[in-house]
């Protein structure tokens, strides 16, 4: 994984998750596959292989740079901006 200067303006500790899953499946009737955490605050959201990639629209409205999975015993994380893992 390389660095990449989203990273440095990531809040620490890291944000305290807004709901334990994708609240706008939720209103739509739909499932997520895998859930995104905002590492800017908080946003859950589900992953571009659900129905509604709630993880990149919230990227694209907010320009919150830096997600990381929100699955159990995964540790990465991704920056929209850069397209790569961080």
């Known amino acids: 994984m390389s660095e990449c ?3 440095a303006e990531m809040p620490h ?4 998750p807004l709901h334990e899953t994708c609240q706008e ?3 739509d009737g739909t499932h997520p ?3 995104r955490l905002c590492l800017s605050c ?8 659900s129905a509604g990639r709630h993880a990149t629209a919230h990227f694209t409205a ?7 999975t929100f699955e ?3 540790r990465w994380r991704w920056c929209f901006v ?5």
């Open 62 to 68: 907010t320009g919150h740079p830096v997600m990381r």
């Open 25 to 27: 499946c939720l209103a």
């Open 33 to 35: 596959v895998q859930l």
């Open 42 to 49: 908080g946003h859950v959201g589900c992953c571009d292989s």
């Open 72 to 74: 159990p015993n995964e």
């Open 13 to 16: 500790p890291e944000p305290v």
């Open 5 to 7: 200067p989203h990273i």
């Open 82 to 86: 850069d397209g790569s893992i961080v």
